[in-house]
T-cell receptor, first 111, second 115 residues
Framework: AQRVTQPEKLLSVFKGAPVELKCNYS??????LFWYVQYSRQRLQLLLR??SRESIKGFTADLNKGETSFHLKKPFAQEEDSAMYYC?????????????FGQGTTLQVKP | DTGVSQNPRHKITKRGQNVTFRCDPI?????LYWYRQTLGQGPEFLTY????????KSRLLSDRFSAERPKGSFSTLEIQRTEQGDSAMYLC?????????????FGPGTRLTVT
């Protein structure tokens, strides 16, 4: 079965602290993995894609196929990072664009 | 605003009534997706279109649900004989072509409450 698990509903850190949002997936093939973000009163939007290996807004995510994980990391959290973060995968070759989302983690960055 | 738009934003209906939601994607996007999101959960895939063709439907989409995209532009999602379990946020997203299907632009959603 295709599944994405985000074990933490809420992650609260102080400004300047490191952040790691956990994501584990279950999929027999090679999925494409993504992080989507929803800031307060804004729409859900793509943050980053594992294939691109980019750093977006200081966030990076490494795909670990052995542990079937795709954790999102940032060395120094900022208050503007407070948002809901969703890990998602597209199964198969990715042609469908059918996103399978995790339950989401709320990141709260305290001043 | 050139983003994805959805109407209405909120809908309250009584159990057993039919409801219809509309989604207007970004104009050059040929892929259109519907998702449903319940409280505390991530969005769940319902169905998607490539132009006017509906290419996949989730098992979540019972016979009471139907979606159309008649001219390959806007889409409608209809729920017949609504049930309380249909209460959710219904999200529409669009993307550009096959190479960028992962970069989906979401609308603000339609919140359905079935009383």
């Amino acid at each position: 079965a295709q599944r994405v698990t985000q074990p933490e509903k809420l992650l609260s850190v102080f400004k300047g602290a490191p952040v790691e949002l956990k994501c584990n997936y279950s999929y027999s093939g090679s999925p494409e993995l993504f992080w989507y973000v929803q800031y307060s009163r804004q729409r859900l939007q793509l943050l980053l894609r594992h294939i691109s290996r980019e750093s977006i807004k200081g966030f990076t995510a490494d795909l670990n196929k052995g542990e079937t994980s795709f954790h999102l990391k940032k060395p120094f959290a900022q208050e503007e990072d407070s948002a809901m973060y969703y890990c998602a995968l597209i199964p198969g070759s990715g042609n469908t664009g059918k996103l399978i989302f995790g339950q989401g983690t709320t990141l709260q960055v305290k001043p | 605003d050139t983003g994805v738009s959805q109407n209405p934003r909120h809908k309250i209906t009584k159990r057993g009534q039919n409801v219809t939601f509309r989604c207007d994607p970004i104009s050059e996007h040929n892929r259109l997706y519907w998702y449903r999101q319940t409280l505390g959960q991530g969005p769940e895939f319902l169905t998607y279109f490539q132009n006017e063709a509906q290419l996949e439907k989730s098992r979540l989409l019972s016979d009471r649900f139907s979606a159309e995209r008649p001219k390959g532009s806007f889409s409608t999602l209809e729920i017949q004989r609504t049930e309380q379990g249909d209460s959710a946020m219904y999200l529409c997203a669009s993307s550009l072509g096959q190479a960028k299907v992962y970069e989906q632009y979401f609308g603000p959603g339609t919140r359905l409450t079935v009383t």
